[in-house]
C-alpha cells in the first residue's frame, strides 16, 4: 500500500511533461519497483501511482544492463484498449529516456525496436491472441469471427423458442411443472429470461456447467437446520458478520463525532445504546441466531434539541452516517428474514425439483447455443475468455493442471504484469 501523492506533487499529464520531469519514488513505490522472486499485489488508492510504478518496474527490468529481460518476454495486460495504449506510450517514453540516458546502450535500443512486438494488452486480446495461435487445441475452426451483440441476442431468441417448443413437444411434465412454478399465468418469457440471466451468470465462473449443476444441491436440504448448514447459508452469514462490522464501525465513529468538544452530544447516549446492540450481533455464529437477534434491533428517535455550540456540520454528518446504518441494518432484515427460516426451508425444498429442471434447460441452451456458434463460425467474449481457458488448461474431473500449452507460455514469460487488477474476473 502507498498513500496517495498529494496534488500538487503530481506531475501534470502529457507526453512532454512524462518525457521531461523526472519522479522522485516514495520508498514503498520503490519496493514495489524493485522487488522479485515472489508475486506482489499493490492496493493503493486513486491517483496514487500504481501505473507509474507498474511502468518504472518493467522499464527497469528491459533496461538493466546486468540481467535484462527483452520486452516481449513480458505479458502486461490492462483492462480497456485505451489503457493498454496508453501503457505502451508510458514505457516507450520510459525507454526512450533511458536510451537518451545511454545512447551506446544496444539492449535499450534492441528494446526499442522490440516494443512493437510486445504483449501489452487487453485481457480479451491476450484470449483472442491465444485462439489465433492455438485454435487447433480446442477444435476451433481458424475461420472464426466474434459476433456483435445483436447477432448473438438473435440467435438468443431463436435458440430459446426451439428449446421451450421442443420441451412441449417431448410431453415432459417436469418442463410443465417448471413452467407452472416459475410463470405466474404461464408467460414463458419469464422463464426466458431466467435462462438467458442464469446463462450469463454461470459464464462468469471458469467452469459453467460444474457451476450449474452444483447449483442444484443447493435446494436440496429438509430442515431448517440442515438448511443453515447449508453452503449457501455459511456464506450469508459470512455476508451479514461483513456487513455487520461495517455498520459497527461506522456506527463508532458516529459516536466519536458525538464526543467531539462541538460534536452533537446530544445524540451520544442513542448512538451508544445502538452501537451496544449491534456489537451484540457481532457474536452470532449462525443464520438461526441473526434470524432472532437481527429483527430485534430497535433504533430510536434522535433527540431535537438545539445547541448552537455544536457545529452544524458535525451534527448533519453524525445524522447521515447513523441514517446509512439505519438503512443498511433494516435493508438486511426485509432481504434476508422477511420470511421466516422454516417457511424458507419448506419453499427450499418445494423448488428444488423445477430449479433442477431450470438448470438442465440452461444446460440445454448453452449446449444449443454452442452448436449455432460453430455452424456460423462464430464466437462471442465469453467464448473467448472460456476457449482460451481450455487452452491453458487440462481439466481432468476436479484436478485442473496447466496444459502443454501454458507450461509453454510459462517458459516464455519472464513475469505478467497486471493493471487495473480489480477490474478483472480473476
Ligand atoms: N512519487 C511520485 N511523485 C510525484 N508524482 C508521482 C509519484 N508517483 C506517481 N506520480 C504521478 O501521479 C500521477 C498519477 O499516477 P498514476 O496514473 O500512476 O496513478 P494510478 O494509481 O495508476 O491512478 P489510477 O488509480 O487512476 O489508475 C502521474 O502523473 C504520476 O506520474
Ligand atoms: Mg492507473
Known sequence: ?????????????????????AVTFTTEQ???????????????????????????RIVQ??????????????LIVTFTNAA?????????????????????????????????NAQI????????????????????????????????KLMQQEVLAEL?????????????????????????????????????????????????????????????????GSPYALYL????????????????????????????????????????????????TSLEEYAVKLPAVKFGRLPSRKDDSVSVLKRELAKDMRAGVKDSIGEMEEKFFATTLELAARQSRECRAPVGTLIDLVLDFDRRMLEKKQDRKVIDFSDMEHFALDILLDADGEEIRPSAVAKEYRQHFAEILTDEYQDSNL
Open 84 to 116: 493498454a495504449a496508453e501503457m505502451r506510450e508510458r514505457i516507450a517514453a520510459g525507454i526512450s529516456k533511458r536510451l537518451a540516458e545511454h545512447p551506446e546502450s544496444e539492449h535499450i535500443q534492441k528494446q526499442a525496436t522490440l516494443l512493437h
Open 61 to 74: 527490468m528491459v533496461c538493466n544492463e546486468r540481467n535484462p529481460v527483452d520486452i516481449d518476454r513480458l
Open 164 to 228: 421451450i417448443e421442443d420441451s412441449y413437444a417431448s410431453g415432459n411434465e417436469a418442463f410443465r411443472f417448471c413452467v407452472e412454478y416459475f410463470c405466474p399465468g404461464g408467460k414463458e418469457s419469464v422463464l426466458e429470461q431466467y435462462i438467458l440471466k442464469l446463462s450469463r451468470y454461470a459464464a462468469s465462473f471458469p467452469w459453467p456447467q460444474r457451476w450449474l449443476e452444483k447449483r442444484k444441491d443447493d435446494y436440496s436440504t429438509s430442515s431448517v437446520e440442515e438448511m443453515c
Open 1 to 21: 500500500y502507498f498513500p496517495a501523492v498529494p496534488k500538487s506533487h503530481r506531475r501534470k499529464s502529457g507526453r512532454e511533461e512524462r518525457k521531461t520531469m
Open 30 to 56: 520503490q519496493r514495489a519497483i524493485d522487488l522479485h522472486g515472489c508475486n506482489i499485489l499493490v492496493s493503493a488508492a486513486a491517483g496514487s501511482g500504481k501505473t507509474a510504478v507498474l511502468v518504472e
Open 237 to 284: 452469514t459470512e455476508h451479514l458478520h461483513r456487513m455487520i462490522s461495517g455498520c459497527v464501525e461506522k456506527l463508532a465513529r458516529v459516536r466519536s463525532l458525538c464526543e467531539e468538544p462541538d460534536g452533537p452530544y446530544m445524540y451520544g447516549e442513542l448512538v451508544e445504546a445502538e452501537l451496544e446492540q449491534l456489537e451484540g450481533l457481532m457474536a452470532c
Open 121 to 152: 494488452t487487453t485481457i480479451d486480446s491476450f484470449c483472442l491472441f491465444l485462439l489465433r495461435n492455438h485454435f487447433n487445441e480446442i477444435g476451433l475452426d481458424p475461420a472464426f469471427r466474434i459476433a456483435d451483440e445483436g447477432e448473438i
